[in-house]
T-cell receptor
């Protein structure tokens, strides 16, 4: 089966600019996750969708981060405005039951 | 915070078994032990999970102690491609609220040497 697709693979922006990441999960996977992984740390969950509804966004910095999953399939994660500390890899994952499949991530550098 | 404790790094010779330990002394009765790994510049990859019985698949074996307070992931014949960070995570399944989500620690960086 095709994996979780993410784009872009890399992005460099200046602070205070905005950026968007795109994720296409595995077909039929109802649950979709966005994680932030700072260098040297494990991934941190930002938001979890079940179909197109939000299950958990408790760690999403809602003053600058937003995410949507229209029609319960693809998802976008946006940062506006970006800060230096947002430099990280943003991982998308999807799952059907008991295990998550991850994409390769988008590496964001904020300068 | 992560409910697991792992050594920060380990080395293993190519072709030998790699045994990665994990402590989870506060694990609840409905929580499973999950293992993922992350090869450099890639997303995490699911390896195996179990509740209380030992489990084996094509990638690895998972040995869980009888009291469930610790476990060991075994890669029976490590190759250079097994060099990665290995994460041990405890989580509930089903409708268990926040306990269902993956909370990642720092993992164990395994280096397989030729």
């Amino acid at each position: 089966e095709a994996g979780v697709a993410q784009s872009p693979r890399y992005k460099i922006i200046e602070k205070r600019q905005s950026v968007a990441f795109w994720c296409n999960p595995i077909s039929g996977h109802a649950t979709l996750y966005w994680y932030q992984q700072i260098l040297g740390q494990g991934p941190k969950l930002l938001i979890q969708f079940q179909n197109n509804g939000v299950v958990d966004d408790s760690q999403l910095p809602k003053d600058r981060f937003s995410a949507e999953r229209l029609k319960g399939v693809d998802s976008t994660l946006k940062i506006q405005p970006a800060k230096l500390e947002d430099s990280a890899v943003y991982l998308c994952a999807s799952s059907l039951e008991e295990q998550e499949t991850f994409g390769s991530g988008t590496r964001l550098t904020v300068v | 915070d992560a409910k697991t404790t792992q050594p920060p790094s380990m080395d293993c010779a190519e072709g030998r078994a790699a045994n990665l330990p994990c402590n989870h002394s506060t694990i609840s009765g409905n929580e499973y032990v999950y293992w993922y790994r992350q090869i450099h510049s890639q997303g995490p990859q699911y390896i195996i999970h179990g509740l209380k019985n030992n489990e084996t698949n094509e990638m690895a074996s998972l040995i869980i102690t009888e009291d469930r307070k610790s476990s060991t992931l075994i890669l029976p014949h490590a190759t250079l491609r097994d060099t990665a960070v290995y994460y041990c995570i405890v989580r509930a399944l089903g409708d268990a609220g926040n306990n269902r989500k993956l909370i990642w620690g720092l993992g164990t960086s395994l280096a397989v040497n030729p």
